[in-house]
């Protein structure tokens, strides 16, 4: 209260005294402190932008979110009300033992891409941002080659799903090269509208998500460290695990934060690859939404998010990230 | 173990880094490598260490050729200039590392790294990471991590160029003294002509890819072989008589009367007072070697204060006879 009052109070000392420069320094103290003031007003400014962004595009429809899962609805409203049905409809059946539940199966089914696509991601990413950070010597080249995995992004998510149909369907080209190269006799039948396909369509959608952190991480190490490794009697994979994987950790963290939010909201490569037979969480949640079931939708979403935080505070709890950045 | 290097080169694309030097450095020598950026001395280093492949030539390391082995199979280790120790490791992990790689069971590499850390007085700090540590601090972990697998060579480029004045002088009286308890070769890089002056038993003076003198220093700097040598290595003048090049020591230089008969007129164009001594700028356009290089002519100051002069006057400048040295080319 007092330093504030002095600070009213001398303020216009200092606006007095800024026209004219006064012989005595007396008046610095004041100034200083409005121009601190200024200073952290202008930071306010400064972070607004970014501030509304997150605050429309974030803040606010989480909230709703939050708030639509608990109202209530029938076949043709929706009911601003209180209750935790649409929760309890969610965990239906899940409390009482015996068979999984259809909701916790479909997170295990979920979980199950998200490890294979993960495990997947991150060997070939990591492989190929190492190929590009350490095998390739001119700058000019890594740049041609990192574009060259980004090129994927110049057709949209469902053509380059599709595009796997001709390659894989029961009488595409896979099958039809091994059947006339005579490794089998009849067509793979699992090769599209299965497991696989749908973990395929995953490494190929995501797997640059991976590569992007992982090189920038193998790009900030020094280089004369690898030198050190060998004259030290490291073998080349011994630099690898002792010395660049551990230094690659926070680009690793990045990467599966990426892929594993990507693969556990996902419903439309489920849904095209698994040939609408694949039930994943997304998947849950769309088909609510298309039966205008918000607030079962909302409910399951939030449920979603919660499951997701508890991965990644999982992951972060694993390589702090804070201090690793 | 002796180092013999053979016509030793290097050439990246057109340009020859390094350009076939001979140089045989003895088994527990301190041998600096002097010179400007860009000579050689690093790339020379490094073919040493087995980190750059070699062009053509060979290094031999005690009895063998080392040509193409591993940098772990030479015994050598090399300590880096920005002494790249691993971020994510403590120093003593970073010193245990070589031992690490080598299979060495962990019990046994923690004591071996503890006892190299006491040797170079950085076992208080052993629990720490690189980046808490100050620059002095991390050149002493390097260190260690580069003595613990018992090298019988050490390498070392630029180790004191990234400390501040005061701490060179301390590291360089360090390393003199490990360098005498181990016993071992110690090779060091180097730009500054004082630390190879205070450090080495041989010094050898690189220049274009090529060994200007390798000599010990004293040798070094009483009889230069190349105006280069003499230019580089400092204190001396180069001075363009009618038929040849001598290297004069401007603590040698004498001027006004003594300045002996067969003196030459010069004109004072700066005085500097440092204390002891004085330096005194001459330009003396009969003597210089280059157009408008002035001569430097040092006085003790007893014999500044009796016959001072000021800018612009005109002094005899000689030197006595016998310390003229002839310079090649």
Same mark, same amino acid.
């Given at each position: ?48 932008? @970014?501030?509304? #962004? ?115 369907? &029961? ?33 190929? /959608? ?27 009697? %490291? ?18 963290? #990045?990467?599966? #934060?990426?892929? @594993? ?20 969480? !997304? ?24 499951? =997701? ?17 | ?57 060979? =290094? ?37 590392? !070589? ?9 046994? &590499? /923690? ?7 006491? @040797? ?46 005061? /701490? ?6 360090? /390393? ?19 630390? %190879?002056?205070? @450090?080495?038993?041989? $010094? ?30 400092? !204190? ?8 040849? &090049? ?20 010069? &004109? ?11 330096? $005194? ?49």
């Amino acid at each position: 209260m007092s330093t504030a009052a002095a600070r009213t109070h001398a303020l216009p000392e200092a606006a007095q005294a800024a026209p004219a420069p006064l012989p005595t320094p007396l008046p610095a103290p004041a100034g200083l402190a409005a121009a601190t003031r200024r200073q952290r007003r202008l930071a306010y400014w400064q972070a607004m932008p @970014l501030g509304l #962004i997150f605050l429309v595009f974030f803040l606010v429809p989480l909230a709703l979110t939050l708030v639509v899962s608990f109202w209530e609805y029938n076949e043709y409203e929706i009911i601003p009300a209180f209750t935790l049905q649409n929760y309890a409809d969610v965990f239906e059946g899940c409390l009482s033992g015996g068979d999984l539940c259809t909701t916790f199966r479909t997170y295990l089914s979920t979980l199950k891409f998200c490890l294979l696509g993960w495990a997947a991601t991150l060997t070939i990413g990591f492989t190929v941002a190492y190929f590009v950070a350490f095998h390739v010597r001119s700058t000019a080249m890594q740049t041609v080659l990192f574009l060259i995995c980004t090129i994927p992004f110049w057709t949209s998510n469902v053509i380059r799903m599709i595009a796997w149909v001709p390659l894989l369907g &029961r009488n595409g080209l896979v099958n039809d090269t091994l059947m006339s190269l005579g490794v089998i006799r009849t067509p793979i039948e699992g090769l599209l509208y299965s497991d696989f396909s749908v973990v395929l369509a995953f490494i190929h /959608l995501d797997t640059v998500f991976m590569i992007v952190p992982i090189f920038n991480s193998m790009m900030r190490i020094d280089r004369s460290l690898i030198e050190a490794a060998s004259d030290a009697g %490291a073998t080349p994979w011994q630099t690898l695990w002792n010395v660049i994987v551990p230094l690659c950790k926070p680009g690793i963290a #990045i990467g599966s #934060i990426f892929v @594993l939010t990507l693969i556990m909201g996902d419903f439309v490569t489920v849904g095209v690859m698994g040939g609408q037979q694949i039930a994943s969480v !997304g998947k849950v949640i769309q088909v609510q939404m298309a039966y205008l079931q918000f607030p079962a939708a909302a409910a399951n979403a939030v449920v979603l998010l919660g499951a =997701v935080t508890v991965l990644i505070a999982a992951l972060t709890r694993l390589i702090d990230l804070r201090r690793e950045l | 173990m002796d180092i013999e290097l053979i016509s030793l080169t290097k050439r990246y694309g057109d340009t020859v880094a390094v350009d076939g030097i001979n140089l045989k450095i003895r088994s527990g020598s301190y041998c600096c490598l002097l010179g400007p950026s860009g000579c050689g001395k690093t790339t020379t280093l490094r073919m040493i260490a087995g980190h750059e492949t070699v062009s053509s030539g060979d =290094v031999v390391i005690g009895p063998k050729a080392v040509g193409d082995l591993p940098p772990a199979e030479r015994g050598t280790a090399m300590m880096f200039q920005s002494y790249a120790l691993f971020p994510h490791l403590t120093c003593r992990d970073n010193v245990a590392f !070589g031992l690490k790689m080598r299979g060495v069971p962990k019990a046994e &590499r /923690l004591k071996r790294a503890e006892a190299m850390l006491a @040797l170079v007085q950085m076992d208080h700090l052993a629990g720490r990471l690189p980046a808490q540590l100050s620059g002095g601090q991390q050149q002493r972990v390097a260190l260690a991590r580069a003595l613990v697998t018992g090298p019988k060579v050490l390498l070392l480029d630029e180790p004191l160029s990234a400390l501040d004045p005061f /701490l060179r002088v301390r590291m360089r009286t360090e /390393l003199k003294r490990l360098q005498g308890e181990l016993g071992i070769t110690f090779v060091h890089v180097t730009h500054s002509q004082e630390e %190879a002056m205070a @450090l080495s038993d041989l $010094v050898v003076v690189m220049n274009g890819g090529r060994i200007e003198q390798a000599a010990a220093p004293r040798t070094v700097f009483e009889r230069p072989a190349t105006a280069f040598v003499a230019r580089f290595i400092g !204190g001396h003048n180069v001075i363009a008589l009618p038929d040849r &090049r001598v290297a004069v020591r401007a603590d040698r230089m004498r001027l006004g009367p003594e300045a002996g008969p067969e003196a030459q007129s010069a &004109r004072v164009v700066a005085v500097e007072y440092q204390g002891s001594t004085v330096h $005194v700028s001459l330009e003396a356009p009969n003597l210089a070697a280059e157009a408008g290089a002035p001569l430097t002519a040092i006085l003790s100051d007893h014999a500044f204060a009796a016959s001072p002069f000021t800018l612009g006057d005109t002094v005899r400048v000689g030197w006595p006879a016998g310390e003229a040295h002839r310079l090649d080319a």
